[in-house]
């Protein structure tokens, strides 16, 4: 295998940029010594490991292999994986792609755990978990070496295993007090019962004026607070993890249930809590369905903070880009499209004119299966009436695997009980404002759960989670057909079920992406983000989850999911909305200094309140104006990934990574 230099991907900036300080730090005595030293300020390789492997898609035949190492220099420990050059097995992939990936001298103090995975089939891979919530792909392990990396690292960093999962191991360095504090969420009396340190926590070295910014002054040392539990008081030890995770987004009971328990996840694997899995399933509320409540109250802000000005001259430049919307596409205009026997004759302007227009609801129904892959673009209108009635018999195959479970087999099968359980318990509270899904024992809300159970059996491996009924509703609300809307869904999920993954990689992946678009096309707002430890971008999570579906009104969003689904100027620019819509509000960020703790609750209000053709016009613009450099922000594989010509006729991808 060839020899990979330390430094022979140096246009990275991705993971370098965030760490420079560490990464500074380690260059300067790892560039004179890559071997072991006994010299205290020299940089020893405790461990190497060749071979470790990223899967930058779904698709296993497409991996970047390279080198792991783990490198002490005085006190602090470093982590690197650096690509190989020169791979041949993966045509698809540039040496700009793998760039992307690079991981530059992270020092442990800037990681919060490391996730261990070993399938029952397959190879053991690790999810290293940094402060800010965001994470690393998983590192693949196809040569053993998982047990040595972790017992290194345990020889040389605070490392112990999470009360809570065995698989997690928490990295924690007691040098330092407590940074972080949170007397600037002006949150009422702590609930938590946790202890353990803080989310972000400053080691090693004394920390420079950047590092003090992102410290937000301040320790929980001497926050003395008492909870009741079995009729005793107790001292209690704020843990931010729980107030960030819990009561932050409890207070505003406008975040999904699933962004909660990655927030909560990600936040206390700092230390565990003794707050068992099945425990928090149970105590943890949706926070779907919470009703809508804006702020009667406007913040104060008791003098004018200067903003930095926007550096695209944001107003000028959706003036000059983006192109006003067009009135939609309606059944005369859809017929010139079509040749005499039902094909689609120039699927790239289809997909522009309804871009910038849309379509008319009684046309939405044929059109979607075209956006969404069920129906290819080429096939004729006899095709299409035979792949319907061959889709209707295999959707009712899969409905009865789930029908045919008797009472008692129900008994000892869990999987199934929880799933149905849940499911039925989401899709009575799913968009029953509309009169399609409202009354007692509505038919169609019926639907909406066997569509629901028959995916859970479809793909089993992914099977139901919190969100899913809400990008069904719409789809079931249009096609009026439940096998059609079952296969619709799945062709949806092809491209959105990453944002369900266990593991919520593609997530992480989207929220890091737009965190990269932000620096690229806003660098003042990029700045004040990171000064206020906004990162991780959890107060996106809700837009990426479900596509915006709780921002604007039902009509709405079918309209931007059909633009979205055109994947016209990019497959990716529902991060371009993300981005448009932090941009149309930064002036107001900015100058009334929101923490994370505002932020989330300012975004949260925001639903009802954003003008669609405006944001997509600004999108638009956005996404010209980044051009390349944007899509080279954006990780191979985020979701959505897949082709959207490729309807559902190729054989479905075992997800086995």
Not at 211 to 226: I, P, R, S, V, Y
């Amino acid at each position: 295998m060839q020899e990979a230099e330390l430094h022979d991907l140096s246009d990275d900036a991705d993971y370098a940029a965030s760490q420079l300080q560490g990464s500074a730090s380690f260059s300067r005595s790892g560039s004179s010594k890559r071997s072991s030293s006994s010299e205290s300020d020299g940089a020893e390789i405790v461990y190497s490991k060749e071979n470790v492997t990223i899967h930058p898609t779904q698709y296993a035949s497409e991996r970047i292999s390279g080198r792991l190492r783990l490198i002490k220099q005085g006190s602090s420990l470093f982590m690197t994986w650096i690509p190989y050059k020169g791979q041949r097995s993966n045509p698809r992939l540039s040496e700009k792609d793998k760039s992307l990936y690079t991981i530059r001298a992270v020092p442990f103090t800037d990681v919060r755990s490391i996730r261990r995975h070993t399938p029952t089939l397959g190879w053991q891979y690790v999810i290293v978990v940094l402060s800010s919530g965001l994470a690393f792909p998983p590192l693949y392990f196809y040569n053993g070496g998982v047990r040595e990396f972790l017992a290194t690292i345990k020889q040389h960093a605070f490392l112990v295993r999470s009360a809570d999962d065995a698989n997690v191991f928490l990295v924690n360095d007691f040098q330092d007090p407590l940074q972080r504090t949170l007397s600037s969420l002006e949150l009422p009396m702590a609930v938590s019962v946790a202890n353990g340190p803080s989310t972000s926590v400053s080691v090693s070295e004394p920390p420079s004026n950047e590092n003090q910014e992102k410290a937000d002054g301040g320790n929980f040392d001497g926050l003395g607070a008492t909870s009741q539990y079995n009729g005793r008081h107790r001292p209690k030890i704020h843990d931010p993890a729980r107030d960030l995770s819990i009561q932050v987004l409890e207070k505003f009971s406008l975040v999904t249930k699933f962004a909660r328990d990655t927030t909560s996840q990600l936040f206390r694997e700092s230390h565990g809590d003794g707050f068992g899995s099945n425990d928090r399933r149970h105590h943890n509320q949706s926070l779907l369905d919470s009703p809508h409540k804006a702020s009667s109250d406007e913040q104060k802000v008791p003098d004018e903070i200067p903003v930095p000005s926007d550096p695209l001259e944001f107003d000028k430049l959706a003036l000059v880009w983006g192109k006003p919307r067009q009135p939609p596409l309606g059944s005369e205009e859809w017929a010139t499209f079509l040749d005499s026997e039902g094909r689609i004759m120039d699927s790239k302007a289809l997909r522009k004119r309804i871009f910038y227009g849309g379509i008319e609801h009684s046309l939405r129904k044929e059109v979607w299966t075209f956006l969404l892959g069920y129906h290819a673009y080429d096939s004729t209108s006899a095709e299409r009436e035979y792949l319907v009635s061959i889709k209707k018999s295999e959707y009712e195959t899969v409905k009865q695997q789930w029908q045919s479970i008797s009472p008692e087999q129900a008994k000892r099968f869990t999987k199934f009980r929880e799933r149905k359980g849940l499911i039925e318990k989401d899709v009575v509270r799913t968009d029953r404002s509309l009169s399609f899904y409202d009354g007692d024992d509505n038919p169609n809300v019926y639907l909406l759960r066997d569509i629901l159970l028959t995916y859970s059996f479809y793909n089993f491996d992914l099977g139901y989670c919190q969100g899913m009924s809400d990008l069904l509703s719409p789809i079931l609300f249009v096609m009026k057909d439940e096998a059609e809307s079952f296969w619709c869904f799945v062709a949806l999920m092809e491209r959105l079920g990453p944002n369900f993954n266990r593991d919520q990689n593609g997530m992480h992946t989207q929220l890091f992406a737009i965190s990269k678009l932000v620096e690229l096309l806003d660098s003042p707002l990029h700045n004040y983000f990171k000064q206020n430890d906004c990162l991780n971008y959890f107060f996106c999570f809700r837009w990426v989850l479900i596509q915006f579906k709780r921002e604007f009104e039902y009509e709405k969003t079918m309209k931007l999911w059909e633009v979205l689904w055109t994947h016209y100027l990019s497959e990716h620019l529902h991060l371009y909305v993300c981005v448009a819509i932090l941009k149309r509000y930064r002036n107001k960020i900015m100058g009334e200094q929101m923490d994370f703790d505002t932020l989330l609750k300012f975004i949260n209000e925001l639903s009802g309140q954003i003008d669609l053709d405006a944001t997509l016009r600004d999108a638009e613009a956005l996404c010209i104006c980044a051009g390349e450099n944007g899509a080279a922000n954006i990780p191979p594989g985020t979701p959505p990934s897949l082709p959207i010509d490729s309807g559902l006729l190729c054989p479905q991808q075992d997800d086995v990574l």
